[in-house]
């Protein structure tokens, strides 16, 4: 498979552009390759989530899980988004957007393995002030799946105050997700949580496990929650698994 | 030794004496019946206890027994139980007798109970109740659902107890009643739970499970509702131990949670009047007068947070889940349920901790608005402490326009007002107002620019209005402080404001006495902004309008005020003058009264056309000054 390059002769298993900042990006595949069947819809649209910037991905409806996108989309709609995205080089920003947890992958790197526990502090889109929480992954996920704004997500948890009190948790008391327990499912992105649940959610890939520590300001502020369940100005750990995206 | 009434019972028991239930003939157990019924009445029930006790009349009492519950009851004594032989008396009924004929022996001696002693007849009568429906095999449901519906049918003759006088005095056994009927259902309760989980049982106990659980959880709906008539405040202020039906409604809480319905899920309902058609077409006629500026409705009509996928809505007003074991909830009862979670934190640790408050708000708004519509001030009152409680957990400003559905956002405030305003209660007015400004100070200045030009257009209550702009003066007060100029309470954007509240729609003929609150507060803001914001910053912008002002409101003020002075003193020298022509009128009302009051409410006309007088002088000095 050709990989991402104005080289021809560079050859990558990932399709990924190289880390040239002058030169402009070339793809992997030609139109004609698109217009056959060599290539699938989802790895058209695999490649553009990763590489393309996410205001081109919001303009072009590229936003959301896989299987949903490759639902909505024609193909001829996904050959049209590449054929712009080259044209006009939206690419992803390194700098600015990077640091999303999708992790991107470069030319002939294998992803970083961060089953042990990478910690990485991830900056949400649109939100200009910095991220008020920290996550570490516990458990690597399926990296290719996450959630977008307006999912809706599925996840066990266990939420404790800094002194490792737990305020709340949705794991059963055995430990064994079994018939009766039922993961938490909400949608995501648009407030029905806690500001840094709903952001450090949208950089967990499917199965991930993490942990994550947020600040009080993302999550119950001055006030805390009544009955003393959360002091005021708290800065809560969770231990969040995502386990669905639909 | 039985008197000589009881002799008609000695002769049916002696007809049938050990003959087998078949044996016994319909009008044997009648007369048995009316033998039993005399006695009773005469105080005989030792005479019965004998006569039910002696096992050679176990196969007559098999056959009639289930008809004496009646005549029982009307002999049970009222308040607290004391013994006088009816106890041993249904023991042995419930031990001997068919349980299902019982149920209905049940039914008919609920049915010819009195309102005024139900309750205590309940109360007796529970245990037995519960002993019988425990032992029926087939149709358990359908026993439990006639019994338990009775029971409520009969409870919702009673009078609720809601003053703190009437619930400790509590006079017809309501409370006593409501406690202890929960804590009874608990093995039936355990029964519907325990089967639905085993997947082991046959079709036809699945079926039958499902059906007690309906029963049951229509049971807890028509509770619930009760529940919401109530106060559930403590007795006395200041009383460490909460309100003794808080107990049972702990339990009925857990119950829920037992049988499937988790509270967390139950009350997590999308917004139930998204937008009524009716409010739909309000709202369009609004945006059509004043151009779409004030009400911005969020992307797809409704709010970013979206509708909750587990639960759906009917037109009905009901909610149910998804599929099987369906059931529909009444708003009421689902309002009480989130009333008693986030007022009396009952079950609160099944509620995640995760969820936003805005989210939260959002879940509670529509039931909020279900019970302030209401006209019981018990409801109304629940409805206030439940936004206060959900109000008090967000930051002051934190509230943005984008959070909150905007539906939900006017329509809230509306019926804050119209509670307000017009609620013939004192209590749930004087918190209605405190409620409402708790929610402008959670919203943020955005979200407080767009209330205010919205109750100004909209309130007709000059005492409302007047409230708007004492907090338009406020806002504008914060803001006049801080640097810039642009800011939502500040130059153009707070010009905008002013606009509805310096300007007299009727001009000179405006009538001073009914718009007095709000041409007060009006007069006191302008001359607020005059002092703060001098000519020279002129950082509001109020003296780029000042000649507008003039025209459009204060002459027309100062004329107003010339000629209602001159009538009410034409008025009060009438009514004062002896023989005088009376007759006097405050703005379209005759005054009907006695003439010294007549005087008096003319003088307090007088002395507030003085005051505004006074304000409206001050403004017009301060500008004739700086000019």
Same mark, same amino acid.
């Given at each position: 498979?050709?990989?991402?390059?104005?080289n021809?002769?560079?050859?990558?298993?990932?399709?990924?552009?190289p880390?040239?900042?002058?030169?402009?990006?070339?793809?992997?595949w030609?139109v004609?390759?698109?217009?056959g069947?060599?290539?699938?819809?989802?790895?058209?649209?695999?490649?553009?989530?990763?590489?393309?910037?996410?205001q081109?991905?919001?303009?072009?409806?590229l936003?959301?899980s896989?299987k949903?996108?490759?639902?909505?989309?024609?193909k001829d709609h996904l050959v049209?988004?590449?054929?712009?995205?080259l044209?006009n080089?939206?690419?992803?920003d390194?700098?600015?957007?990077?640091?999303q947890?999708?992790?991107?992958?470069?030319?002939?790197?294998?992803?970083?393995?961060?089953s042990k526990?990478?910690?990485?502090?991830a900056?949400?889109?649109?939100?200009?002030?910095?991220?008020?929480?920290?996550?570490?992954?516990?458990?690597?996920g399926?990296?290719?799946?996450y959630?977008?704004?307006?999912d809706t997500?599925?996840c066990?948890?266990?939420?404790m105050l800094?002194?490792g009190?737990?305020f709340?948790?949705?794991?059963?008391?055995?430990?064994r997700?079994?018939?009766?327990?039922?993961?938490?499912?909400?949608?995501?992105?648009?407030?029905?949580?806690?500001?840094?649940?709903d952001?450090?959610?949208?950089?967990?890939?499917?199965?991930?496990?993490a942990?994550?520590?947020?600040?009080?300001?993302w999550?119950?502020?001055?006030?805390?929650?009544?009955?003393?369940?959360i002091?005021?100005?708290?800065?809560?750990?969770?231990?969040?698994?995502?386990?669905?995206?639909? | 030794m039985?008197s000589?009434?009881?002799?008609?019972l000695?002769?049916?028991?002696?007809?049938?004496?050990?003959?087998p239930?078949e044996e016994i003939s319909?009008?044997?157990?009648?007369s048995?019946?009316m033998?039993?019924k005399?006695c009773?009445?005469?105080?005989n029930?030792?005479?019965?206890?004998?006569?039910?006790?002696?096992?050679?009349?176990e196969?007559?009492?098999?056959?009639a027994?289930?008809?004496l519950?009646a005549?029982l009851?009307e002999?049970?004594?009222?308040?607290k139980?004391?013994?006088n032989?009816?106890?041993?008396?249904?023991?042995r009924?419930?031990q001997?007798?068919?349980?299902?004929?019982l149920?209905f022996?049940?039914?008919?001696a609920?049915?010819?109970?009195?309102?005024?002693?139900?309750?205590?007849?309940?109360?007796?009568?529970?245990?037995?109740?519960?002993?019988?429906?425990y032992?029926?095999?087939?149709?358990?449901?359908?026993?439990?659902?006639?019994?338990?519906?009775?029971?409520?049918?009969q409870?919702?003759?009673?009078?609720?107890?809601?003053?703190?006088?009437?619930?400790?005095?509590?006079?017809?056994?309501?409370?006593?009643?409501?406690s202890?009927?929960?804590p009874?259902?608990?093995?039936?309760?355990?029964?519907?739970?325990?089967n639905?989980r085993?997947?082991?049982?046959?079709?036809?106990?699945?079926?039958a499970?499902?059906?007690l659980?309906?029963e049951?959880?229509?049971?807890?709906?028509?509770y619930?509702g009760?529940?919401?008539?109530?106060?559930?405040?403590?007795?006395?202020?200041g009383?460490?131990?909460?309100?003794?039906?808080?107990?049972p409604?702990?339990? $009925?809480v857990l119950?829920?949670?037992?049988?499937?319905?988790?509270?967390q899920k139950?009350?997590?309902?999308?917004?139930?009047k998204?937008?009524a058609?009716?409010q739909?077409?309000?709202?369009?006629?609004f945006r059509?007068?004043?151009?779409?500026e004030?009400?911005?409705?969020?992307?797809?009509?409704g709010?970013?947070?979206g509708?909750?996928?587990?639960?759906?809505?009917?037109?009905?007003?009901?909610?149910h889940?998804?599929?099987?074991?369906?059931?529909s909830?009444?708003?009421?009862?689902l309002a009480?349920l989130?009333?008693?979670?986030?007022?009396?934190n009952?079950?609160?640790?099944?509620?995640?901790?995760v969820?936003s408050?805005v989210?939260?708000?959002?879940?509670?708004?529509?039931?909020v608005?279900?019970?302030l519509?209401?006209?019981?001030?018990?409801?109304?009152?629940?409805?206030?402490?439940?936004l206060?409680?959900?109000?008090?957990?967000?930051?002051?400003?934190s509230?943005?326009?984008e959070?909150l559905?905007?539906?939900?956002?006017?329509?809230?405030?509306?019926?804050?007002?119209k509670?307000m305003s017009?609620?013939p209660?004192?209590a749930?007015?004087k918190?209605?107002l405190?409620v409402?400004?708790?929610f402008?100070?959670?919203?943020?200045?955005e979200?407080?620019?767009?209330l205010?030009?919205?109750?100004?257009?909209?309130c007709?209550?000059?005492?409302?209005?007047?409230?708007?702009?004492?907090?338009?003066?406020?806002?504008?007060?914060?803001a006049?402080?801080?640097?810039?100029?642009?800011g939502w309470?500040?130059?153009?954007?707070?010009?905008l404001?002013?606009?509805?509240?310096?300007?007299?729609?009727e001009?000179?003929?405006t009538?001073?006495?009914?718009?007095?609150?709000r041409i007060m507060?009006?007069?006191?803001l302008?001359?607020f902004? $005059?002092?703060?914001?001098?000519?020279s910053?002129?950082k509001?912008?109020?003296?780029?309008?000042i000649?507008?002002i003039e025209?459009k409101f204060?002459r027309p003020?100062?004329?107003a005020?010339?000629?209602?002075r001159?009538?009410?003193d034409?008025?009060?020298?009438?009514?004062?003058?002896?023989?005088?022509i009376?007759?006097?009128?405050?703005?379209?009302?005759?005054?009907?009264?006695?003439?010294e009051?007549?005087?008096?409410?003319?003088?307090s006309a007088?002395?507030?056309f003085d005051?505004?007088?006074?304000?409206?002088a001050?403004?017009?000095?301060?500008?004739?000054?700086?000019h």
């Amino acid at each position: 498979m050709r990989g991402w390059s104005e080289n021809s002769h560079a050859i990558s298993k990932d399709r990924s552009f190289p880390q040239t900042s002058m030169a402009a990006k070339k793809g992997p595949w030609s139109v004609q390759d698109l217009q056959g069947d060599r290539v699938s819809k989802k790895e058209i649209i695999q490649l553009l989530q990763q590489q393309a910037s996410h205001q081109f991905l919001e303009e072009q409806k590229l936003l959301g899980s896989l299987k949903n996108v490759a639902k909505t989309s024609t193909k001829d709609h996904l050959v049209k988004s590449y054929e712009l995205l080259l044209k006009n080089q939206k690419f992803k920003d390194d700098k600015a957007e990077n640091v999303q947890s999708k992790p991107s992958k470069g030319v002939g790197k294998k992803p970083a393995a961060d089953s042990k526990s990478t910690v990485a502090t991830a900056a949400p889109p649109v939100v200009e002030e910095p991220p008020k929480y920290s996550k570490s992954v516990l458990k690597r996920g399926d990296k290719l799946s996450y959630p977008q704004r307006g999912d809706t997500v599925a996840c066990w948890y266990k939420g404790m105050l800094e002194d490792g009190t737990v305020f709340d948790s949705n794991l059963p008391a055995g430990g064994r997700k079994g018939k009766s327990a039922k993961p938490l499912t909400f949608k995501v992105g648009v407030g029905k949580v806690i500001k840094g649940w709903d952001e450090a959610l949208m950089t967990m890939s499917n199965g991930e496990k993490a942990r994550l520590e947020i600040e009080s300001e993302w999550a119950y502020g001055k006030k805390g929650l009544p009955d003393g369940k959360i002091p005021p100005n708290a800065k809560l750990i969770f231990e969040v698994e995502l386990v669905s995206i639909e | 030794m039985c008197s000589m009434q009881d002799h008609g019972l000695t002769a049916v028991l002696q007809k049938c004496v050990r003959l087998p239930e078949e044996e016994i003939s319909p009008e044997d157990g009648d007369s048995f019946v009316m033998a039993v019924k005399l006695c009773l009445q005469h105080g005989n029930s030792q005479c019965v206890l004998r006569a039910v006790q002696n096992e050679c009349n176990e196969g007559l009492l098999r056959c009639a027994g289930w008809n004496l519950l009646a005549p029982l009851v009307e002999v049970m004594p009222q308040g607290k139980a004391t013994d006088n032989g009816i106890e041993p008396i249904l023991n042995r009924i419930t031990q001997v007798c068919s349980p299902k004929e019982l149920v209905f022996g049940f039914f008919e001696a609920l049915d010819s109970s009195k309102a005024n002693c139900i309750c205590f007849v309940i109360v007796q009568l529970l245990p037995y109740m519960m002993k019988v429906l425990y032992k029926i095999d087939v149709s358990k449901g359908y026993s439990v659902g006639l019994l338990l519906s009775s029971v409520m049918t009969q409870l919702d003759s009673v009078p609720v107890p809601y003053t703190a006088r009437q619930r400790k005095e509590d006079a017809h056994g309501l409370h006593g009643c409501l406690s202890t009927l929960i804590p009874a259902l608990g093995p039936l309760v355990h029964e519907a739970t325990v089967n639905a989980r085993d997947g082991s049982f046959r079709a036809s106990v699945k079926y039958a499970t499902r059906e007690l659980r309906q029963e049951l959880l229509q049971f807890c709906e028509r509770y619930l509702g009760f529940l919401l008539l109530t106060s559930l405040e403590p007795l006395q202020e200041g009383e460490s131990e909460k309100f003794p039906l808080l107990k049972p409604a702990r339990m $009925l809480v857990l119950y829920l949670d037992e049988m499937g319905e988790s509270p967390q899920k139950l009350i997590q309902i999308p917004c139930i009047k998204k937008e009524a058609p009716q409010q739909a077409e309000e709202s369009k006629g609004f945006r059509n007068v004043y151009g779409g500026e004030i009400l911005q409705e969020s992307g797809e009509g409704g709010s970013v947070l979206g509708n909750e996928d587990i639960i759906g809505s009917r037109e009905d007003g009901t909610f149910h889940f998804g599929d099987k074991d369906l059931f529909s909830w009444s708003t009421s009862s689902l309002a009480c349920l989130t009333y008693l979670m986030f007022v009396h934190n009952l079950a609160m640790d099944k509620f995640p901790a995760v969820y936003s408050h805005v989210y939260v708000l959002q879940t509670n708004a529509p039931f909020v608005a279900e019970m302030l519509q209401r006209s019981e001030e018990g409801i109304i009152m629940k409805g206030l402490s439940l936004l206060e409680v959900c109000l008090c957990r967000l930051e002051l400003g934190s509230l943005t326009m984008e959070s909150l559905d905007i539906a939900h956002l006017m329509g809230l405030s509306q019926d804050l007002i119209k509670l307000m305003s017009s609620c013939p209660l004192e209590a749930p007015r004087k918190k209605g107002l405190e409620v409402f400004q708790l929610f402008i100070y959670r919203l943020n200045e955005e979200g407080k620019h767009r209330l205010f030009r919205y109750v100004l257009h909209t309130c007709t209550h000059a005492g409302v209005a007047g409230y708007i702009i004492q907090n338009i003066n406020k806002q504008a007060d914060i803001a006049l402080r801080g640097p810039g100029r642009e800011g939502w309470f500040c130059g153009r954007r707070l010009l905008l404001l002013l606009k509805p509240v310096l300007w007299l729609a009727e001009g000179a003929e405006t009538d001073l006495l009914e718009h007095s609150d709000r041409i007060m507060a009006a007069l006191n803001l302008l001359r607020f902004l $005059l002092i703060r914001d001098n000519i020279s910053e002129n950082k509001a912008g109020i003296w780029n309008e000042i000649h507008k002002i003039e025209n459009k409101f204060l002459r027309p003020i100062r004329m107003a005020l010339n000629l209602s002075r001159a009538h009410y003193d034409a008025q009060l020298k009438s009514a004062t003058k002896p023989g005088g022509i009376r007759g006097s009128s405050i703005g379209s009302r005759p005054l009907k009264m006695p003439v010294e009051q007549e005087v008096q409410v003319l003088q307090s006309a007088l002395s507030l056309f003085d005051l505004l007088e006074s304000v409206l002088a001050r403004v017009e000095e301060i500008i004739n000054g700086d000019h």
